[in-house]
T-cell receptor, first 115, second 112 residues
């Protein structure tokens, strides 16, 4: 596989559930990101990891918990979410460290619905 | 005021038309400008990247930046149905900690 792969593609979860989103990049990039995409809103940066170290947490509620075990894998652990958390969650990577100088490579996203 | 403003559309044009997509930004620190294309059920993909004021051409696509008016545009010549997608502009500030700021995206439909 090439590029950035996200699983699952779709997820429906109850507000009391715990689930995890997975992202894997096969590009040799050294920075990875989680973005939230909601209708009619700009992409919202949630977390940035550069060289496996978190460099930015954009005031994201604690019900979202990221994990970056190595430079190729990124997880987003979800628990006790709210309906307003329903959105498309996008993972991205870049080769230049945090900042996207050369642009991001995005995965296809996980469409999350909280019921 | 949003840092990057973009008309959400949708914009419908006939095949072969010239398409103009536009964004305005408010922060003079933005020095780098990008356009991403997002097909339905896919993540955004980088389409064009430009630094200076003026035009940058890549095939049917031309990115234009006017820093004096803080205005960025993407022109698509001879538009094709395969160009139907959402187009997001994005900016990157220079110096210090780099941060990418996205517009909301403009949905384009090219009708055969």
């Amino acid at each position: 596989e090439t590029g950035v792969t996200q699983t699952p593609r779709h997820l429906v979860m109850g507000m009391t559930n715990k689930k995890s989103l997975k992202c894997e990049q096969h590009l040799g990039h050294n920075a990875m990101y989680w973005y939230k995409q909601s209708a009619k809103k700009p992409l919202e940066l949630m977390f940035v990891y550069s060289l496996e170290e978190r460099v930015e947490n954009n005031s994201v509620p604690s019900r979202f918990s990221p994990e970056c075990p190595n430079s190729s894998h990124l997880f987003l652990h979800l628990h006790t979410l709210q309906p307003e958390d329903s959105a498309l969650y996008l993972c991205a990577s870049s080769q230049d460290g945090a900042g996207g100088w050369y642009g991001y490579t995005f995965g296809s996203g996980t469409r999350l619905t909280v019921v | 005021q949003k840092e990057v403003e973009q008309d959400p559309g949708p914009l419908s044009v006939p095949e072969g038309a010239i398409v103009s997509l536009n964004c305005t930004y408010s922060n003079s620190a933005f020095q780098y400008f990008m356009w991403y294309r997002q097909y339905s059920r896919k993540g955004p993909e980088l389409l064009m990247y430009t630094y200076s004021s003026g035009n940058k051409e890549d095939g049917r696509f031309t990115a234009q930046v006017d820093k004096s008016s803080k205005y960025i545009s993407l022109f698509i010549r001879d538009s094709q149905p395969s160009d139907s997608a959402t187009y997001l502009c994005a900016t990157l500030n220079s110096g210090g900690y780099q941060k990418v700021t996205f517009g909301t995206g403009t949905k384009l439909q090219v009708i055969p």
